[in-house]
């Protein structure tokens, strides 16, 4: 956890908690930042999921919607029906293929 003085429209509170946990190549981080102004707080939360095999075998079809693909890149758009956006790649770690997979949210809630 770490805390950042400074503001985004004048004084403000930041805290950063990232969270990492799994077994082998199926992980999960989880990185948070708080921000509370005077008027708003703020969350905006990062996700990564490692997983061991191709990303056909390790993204639920039923939840995650193809959006487009990257022309020419190596990265593949999926959205859920929640409207969140998801990076997905496949890469290879000498026999072994891994699916990394990205989310990314930010909410704002009013200070009372």
Not at 34 to 52: E, G, S, V
């Amino acid at each position: 956890m770490s805390k950042h003085a400074g503001g985004i429209d004048g004084k403000s509170t930041e805290v950063s908690v990232i969270r990492i946990w799994g077994d082998g190549a199926d992980t999960v981080k989880v990185s948070d930042s708080y921000i509370q102004t005077r008027a708003a707080c703020y969350l905006h939360r990062r996700t990564t999921l490692t997983y061991k095999g191709a990303c056909e075998e390790n993204i639920d079809l039923d939840i995650w919607t193809m959006s487009h693909p990257l022309a020419g890149r190596d990265y593949k758009v999926y959205t859920n029906k929640g409207g969140v956006d998801m990076f997905a790649k496949e890469v290879t770690v000498g026999e072994a293929k891994l699916c990394i997979q990205e989310t990314e949210i930010r909410k704002k809630g009013r200070r009372d």
